[in-house]
């Protein structure tokens, strides 16, 4: 990003100390009554925050899921970020691969009863 981008609110939407955002990609989601917007922020050490913008200016942000792409000992930068609406994935670019992660991964994470 070599050019500034000026904020619509005068809050940031996240914020998270001592990372640093390299790439953005925002999904909007039909609910049963309103629009979500889902933010996808990249690091620069090869991880993904997955974000639920606030729903209105009385409510924060919610950090919904973070995907680690590699493990620990070998992250490494995140290049791109694009989402395909028409197959609900989020396409990743890193130095010599494309990962493919799908938009709703709710199989990754247990239920509880």
Request: proline fraction near 6%; hydrophobic fraction near 40%; aromatic fraction near 8%.
């Amino acid at each position: 990003m070599h050019e500034v981008v000026q904020p619509v609110q005068p809050v940031p939407y996240f914020m998270e100390d001592s990372v640093r955002f390299s790439h953005v990609a925002v999904d909007v989601v039909q609910g049963k009554d309103t629009l979500f917007h889902i933010i996808y922020l990249a690091t620069d050490y090869g991880t993904i925050r997955k974000v639920l913008s606030p729903l209105n200016q009385s409510t924060g942000s919610c950090l919904l899921d973070e995907i680690e792409l590699f493990p620990p000992k070998k992250r490494q930068p995140i290049r791109s970020l694009l989402i395909l609406h028409s197959s609900s994935e989020l396409y990743v670019g890193v130095r010599d691969q494309v990962i493919k992660i799908a938009l709703m991964r709710c199989n990754f994470h247990k239920t509880r009863e």
